[in-house]
């Protein structure tokens, strides 16, 4: 089963709502990965045994990780911090996550700017490249249980947009937006 992505609407309804343009405007893995973005889908009944999980954080040097349930009822300040999750910001690292149970939207700014909305369900791995600029918010669920993983201890700074002096953001526009090659004249 592959993650679901679209280019959003411009609506300033509810941000737990897909909002999907009308026609909806569907977004390829291939297309995320244009961005840098990364996907797997495992079996999160297993995570604690997963071979397939292992070897990912092996070959990649995820050494840490923790779980986060995110709901109304777990998280003190939920409303807040769901605001300050869905302000656009850039990571210096990579951003890696897991879901376990439940469902979220992560959005990522495209080549031209545009938003697409991922959603995440339970079994998604996907990992965001350091200096793409995202937000995250959960779907009407209010429901997820994340599992974090970071290469050696964590580090979660945001740093909200603007922030194209930000070495990860230059090093992110040099290795995913700019074009590469130049146009050749028809014949």
């Given amino acids: 089963m592959a993650i679901e992505a679209w280019f959003m609407d411009e609506s300033g309804e509810d941000q737990r709502l897909p909002h999907k343009r009308d026609p909806p405007e569907h977004v390829s893995l291939e297309h995320l990965a244009d961005l840098g973005v990364v996907y797997?889908?495992?079996n999160p009944e297993n995570?604690?045994?997963?071979?397939e999980l292992k070897k990912i954080r092996d070959s990649r040097g995820y050494s840490y990780m923790d779980l986060l349930d995110l709901c109304p009822e777990k998280v003190e300040n939920y409303e807040q911090k769901l605001k300050n999750?869905?302000?656009?910001h850039?990571?210096?690292d990579?951003?890696?996550r897991y879901c376990l149970e439940g469902s979220g939207y992560f959005d990522v700014r495209d080549k031209d700017d545009r938003w697409i909305r991922i959603w995440i369900k339970a079994g998604d791995l996907i990992v965001l490249p350091a200096g793409i600029y995202h937000r995250f918010t959960l779907d009407t669920s209010n429901y997820v249980k994340l599992m974090r993983l970071f290469v050696g201890e964590p580090v979660w700074t945001a740093f909200n947009r603007p922030q194209e002096d930000h070495p990860a953001r230059k090093e992110y526009v040099k290795n995913f937006t700019e074009k590469v090659g130049v146009p050749?004249?028809?014949h």
Avoid at 47 to 51: F, Q, R, S, T
């Fill in 85 to 88: 999750f869905y302000t656009e």
């Fill in 90 to 92: 850039i990571h210096g």
């Fill in 94 to 96: 990579e951003e890696i």
């Fill in 184 to 186: 050749l004249e028809a």
């Fill in 47 to 51: 995570y604690e045994n997963d071979e």
């Fill in 40 to 42: 797997w889908h495992l």
